[in-house]
Every structure is written in structure tokens, then in C-alpha cells.
């Protein structure tokens, strides 16, 4: 399988890119790399050099939260932190729009997963600009200033944001979950139609489903705005959820492997009394 060609390394159109790729016995193979990315995490916790920040995105219904359950499923519950950010609280409004992501970065040796990530600033309060003005930004009094130039800005700053991680040992991944309008009318359907799943389904996604286009214009630009070597992002087809966990789990055991994570070896004094030490213990 080519990895590469679901990497945005120049500049994209969305409509290039494919929302269904069906692999061949996607479940039995995640299931195996599950072990691998398992015993990957052990030894990079064991390294202590690096942590790893998992950013996902897509459009409602676009499975993340399934996926994230799936991917890790075989990985040490205290090597992964999932944070799922919503609505701003009054204290997160308080700061500026990178500081609630920042306290919830992961430590070195862990695996980081934002759902819905620092991007919902300039994804959602693109899409409706109004949010912004919670955010009580100096010289923000209208709608009008918040043009297009305020949030290549704000991309700018997530990109040193970024890079600063990067630098200091984070390994940055993101992955935008490319689903069709058709597939997603589909899952909302189900949705109503599966008493035990109507929990899931919201009015809202309803309102925000209108505005598909402007979602996928903004998408678009900050998929190519802010893609870069250091913190790269992946277009994932999400139709066929399966093959979408798959790849994505291809994808990160991939990278993760360039790193060539290696445990620490004991010190010599205490490596050549091993003997000793099991003596003692079964003489007990």
C-alpha cells in the first residue's frame, strides 16, 4: 500500500482525493499492527524521549471516535490520553485559543489523541465568525475583521505552535477523515432509524450539514496551509470506516517507525550481578 499518496505534501483539492477505499480484510490486519503499535508505545514510553500528538478531524459522523477506540484498542490504557474539545469554557476564553490544547499535550513516552483539535479556530469559528468575539481579542469589534487574513494568521501560530513541539520531541500526525455528503447523510439516517443509536444524533448536525461546502472550502486551506514536514497532515478516505482505521494505523506505525524507538539498557554494575539477583529471589 502507498502511504505516501494520502500525505499532503503540495497543494491539494479536496475533490482530488477519494472518500471510499475498501482493503481487503482491513479488520483482521488492523488487529495484528494493534500488537505492534502496542509494544511501539511500550518501548518509546520505555525511551522517555519523544511523545506523540495524534491531531483527527472531519466532518460530523466521519468516525472518529469509533476509530480512535479501534486503533488503540491493544495499547496500554496509561500510554494513550484522548481530549475531545468542545465549546470553549468561560476560564479557556480567558487565554489565548492555543492554551487549552497546550495543557493537554501528552508526556514523554505517551500517545496524545485530540478529537477535534486546535484547528476547530480556524475551521469552525471560520465557518461562524461570531464565536470569536467570546474570545474578547483587542481591536476584534466586527465581523469584518475577521477576514481572511486573521485566520491565515492564526495558522501561522499554529504552525510555530507546531514546529515548537516538534522541536522539543513531539511527534506531530493529523489526519483529516475525508467523508462523502452522501455517506454522511447515511450514518445521520442510522442515527434516527437505530433506537439505541438516537443518542448520537443532534439537531445541530442537521444546521451544520447546510454549510458543507463552506466546511470543505475551509478544510481545503488549512490542509494546505499548514501541512508541513514536522507535523504533516493525511487525507484519509472515511467511507468504509475499516479501511479508513486501517490505513490510518498503517500510516502512524510507518512514521513512528523512523524514530527506531530503543528501551534502555541497565547499567553494566547491575547488568553483571543478574545472576545474583535471580539467585537471591529464588532462594527466598
Same mark, same amino acid.
Given at each position: 500500500?502507498?502511504?505516501?499518496?494520502?500525505?499532503?505534501?503540495?497543494?491539494?483539492?479536496?475533490? #482530488?482525493?477519494?472518500?471510499? !477505499?475498501? &482493503?481487503?480484510? %482491513?479488520?483482521?490486519?488492523?488487529?495484528?499492527? /494493534?500488537?505492534?503499535?502496542? =509494544?511501539?508505545?511500550?518501548?518509546?514510553?520505555?525511551?522517555?524521549?519523544?511523545?506523540?500528538?495524534?491531531?483527527?478531524?472531519?466532518?460530523?459522523?466521519?468516525?472518529?471516535?469509533?476509530?480512535?477506540?479501534?486503533?488503540?484498542?491493544?495499547?496500554?490504557?496509561?500510554?494513550?490520553?484522548?481530549?475531545?474539545?468542545?465549546?470553549?469554557?468561560?476560564?479557556?476564553?480567558?487565554?489565548?485559543?492555543?492554551?487549552?490544547?497546550?495543557?493537554?499535550?501528552?508526556?514523554?513516552?505517551?500517545?496524545?489523541?485530540?478529537?477535534?483539535?486546535?484547528?476547530?479556530?480556524?475551521?469552525?469559528?471560520?465557518?461562524?465568525?461570531?464565536?470569536?468575539?467570546?474570545?474578547?481579542?483587542? #481591536?476584534?469589534?466586527?465581523? !469584518?475583521? &475577521?477576514?481572511? %487574513?486573521?485566520?491565515?494568521?492564526?495558522?501561522? /501560530?499554529?504552525?510555530?505552535? =507546531?514546529?515548537?513541539?516538534?522541536?522539543?520531541?513531539?511527534?506531530?500526525?493529523?489526519?483529516?477523515?475525508?467523508?462523502?455528503?452522501?455517506?454522511?447523510?447515511?450514518?445521520?439516517?442510522?442515527?434516527?432509524?437505530?433506537?439505541?443509536?438516537?443518542?448520537?444524533?443532534?439537531?445541530?448536525?442537521?444546521?451544520?450539514?447546510?454549510?458543507?461546502?463552506?466546511?470543505?472550502?475551509?478544510?481545503?486551506?488549512?490542509?494546505?496551509?499548514?501541512?508541513?514536514?514536522?507535523?504533516?497532515?493525511?487525507?484519509?478516505?472515511?467511507?468504509?470506516?475499516?479501511?479508513?482505521?486501517?490505513?490510518?494505523?498503517?500510516?502512524?506505525?510507518?512514521?513512528?517507525?523512523?524514530?527506531?524507538?530503543?528501551?534502555?539498557?541497565?547499567?553494566?554494575?547491575?547488568?553483571?550481578?543478574?545472576?545474583?539477583?535471580?539467585?537471591?529471589?529464588?532462594?527466598?
Amino acid at each position: 500500500m502507498n502511504l505516501e499518496k494520502y500525505k499532503v505534501s503540495t497543494s491539494i483539492k479536496l475533490k #482530488n482525493f477519494d472518500t471510499k !477505499e475498501v &482493503l481487503e480484510e %482491513a479488520k483482521k490486519k488492523l488487529k495484528k499492527l /494493534r500488537k505492534k503499535l502496542s =509494544e511501539t508505545q511500550d518501548t518509546m514510553y520505555a525511551e522517555g524521549k519523544y511523545s506523540v500528538l495524534i491531531c483527527l478531524q472531519g466532518m460530523d459522523t466521519s468516525g472518529k471516535d469509533s476509530l480512535i477506540r479501534e486503533v488503540f484498542k491493544d495499547v496500554n490504557a496509561r500510554g494513550v490520553e484522548v481530549h475531545s474539545f468542545k465549546v470553549p469554557t468561560e476560564l479557556e476564553l480567558k487565554h489565548d485559543f492555543l492554551w487549552r490544547h497546550y495543557i493537554a499535550l501528552p508526556a514523554k513516552g505517551k500517545i496524545g489523541v485530540f478529537n477535534r483539535t486546535h484547528y476547530e479556530n480556524v475551521l469552525v469559528t471560520r465557518v461562524h465568525p461570531e464565536y470569536v468575539f467570546g474570545e474578547n481579542i483587542p #481591536n476584534i469589534k466586527e465581523i !469584518e475583521d &475577521l477576514d481572511d %487574513a486573521f485566520y491565515h494568521d492564526r495558522m501561522e /501560530r499554529i504552525n510555530d505552535f =507546531e514546529s515548537h513541539l516538534a522541536k522539543n520531541g513531539t511527534i506531530v500526525l493529523k489526519f483529516f477523515l475525508n467523508l462523502s455528503k452522501d455517506e454522511q447523510k447515511n450514518r445521520l439516517l442510522r442515527r434516527l432509524n437505530i433506537p439505541e443509536k438516537n443518542w448520537k444524533f443532534s439537531v445541530g448536525d442537521l444546521k451544520e450539514r447546510k454549510l458543507w461546502d463552506k466546511y470543505q472550502f475551509c478544510y481545503e486551506d488549512l490542509l494546505n496551509s499548514t501541512s508541513k514536514e514536522n507535523a504533516p497532515w493525511f487525507i484519509i478516505p472515511a467511507d468504509d470506516k475499516d479501511s479508513a482505521r486501517y490505513i490510518l494505523a498503517e500510516i502512524l506505525q510507518k512514521e513512528l517507525d523512523k524514530y527506531d524507538f530503543k528501551a534502555p539498557e541497565l547499567p553494566e554494575k547491575v547488568a553483571v550481578r543478574i545472576d545474583e539477583f535471580k539467585e537471591q529471589l529464588n532462594n527466598e
